[in-house]
């Protein structure tokens, strides 16, 4: 079935650094979507991409999707403590339903 | 416009009991997913369920769980003869059409905490 990764699993960040998430799939996705997920709290969606190449930014946040569609990044810059959470991205493959979680990027930051 | 509800917010349940799970979703959305998160894992997809339809089940355990999502009221989550294993978040999510279709995403609920004695 389809695998997502993300690397790293867990990172600490001074405040004011840059951080950086990778997510890769297993197969091609029609779509990825990145989620945030506070600790103890349910993930809240940031953003989606469609289209190979795309990138897109919020604010401090550029989100890109790979030319042959199975990895996408999303780069923090300058980090601050309201960033702290886990970074998920999400595939939705074709004519699948499902969409697939990645395995999270837990990002610390150190004020 | 509510969001996604889910309830309870957090659940205690001994051994061997039932447990019951809701998810009300959106407005206007008929498309409901659920999701179990172990602490410190991803999300798991459970089950995608359309008005009265399960349309994939296949991230679900053969045994003791089951769901649905009648034509009134909210999804259900059931779990039968519960067991310390059981113990995660449950997440509902819902959106307006069938993922993959356009470019709507999936919107969470708060969860409920299973925790199982």
């Known amino acids: 079935g389809q695998q997502v990764m993300q690397i790293p699993q867990y990172q600490h960040v001074q405040e004011g650094e840059d951080f950086t998430t990778y997510c890769n799939s297993s197969?091609?996705?029609?779509?990825i979507q990145w989620y945030k997920q506070r600790p103890g709290g349910h993930p809240v969606f940031l953003i989606q991409?469609?289209?190979?190449?795309e990138v897109k930014k919020q604010k401090r946040l550029t989100f890109q999707f790979g030319e042959a569609k199975k990895n996408s990044s999303l780069h923090i810059t300058a980090t601050q403590t309201t960033d702290v959470g886990t970074y998920f991205c999400?595939?939705?493959?074709?004519?699948?339903?499902?969409?697939?979680f990645g395995t999270g990027t837990k990002l610390q930051v150190i004020p | 416009n509510a969001g996604v509800m889910q309830n309870p917010r957090h659940l205690v349940r001994r051994r061997g009991q039932e447990a019951r799970l809701r998810c009300s979703p959106m407005?206007?959305?008929?498309?409901v997913y659920w999701y179990r998160q172990l602490p410190e894992e991803g999300l798991k997809f459970m089950v995608y369920?359309?008005?009265?339809?399960?349309?994939?089940e296949s991230g679900m355990p053969k045994e003791r769980f089951s769901a649905e999502f009648p034509k009134e009221g909210p999804s259900i989550l059931r779990i039968q003869q519960v067991v310390r294993g059981d113990s995660a978040a449950y997440f509902c999510?819902?959106?307006?059409?069938?993922?993959?279709?356009?470019?709507?995403?999936?919107?969470f609920g708060d969860g409920t905490r299973l925790s199982i004695l």
């Open positions: 999510a819902s959106s307006p059409v069938r993922l993959g279709a356009g470019r709507q995403p999936q919107h």
């Open positions: 197969t091609t996705l029609s779509n």
């Open positions: 991409l469609v289209k190979s190449g």
């Open positions: 999400a595939g939705n493959s074709g004519g699948y339903q499902k969409v697939t």
């Open positions: 407005k206007g959305h008929s498309h």
């Open positions: 369920l359309q008005k009265e339809n399960i349309i994939d």
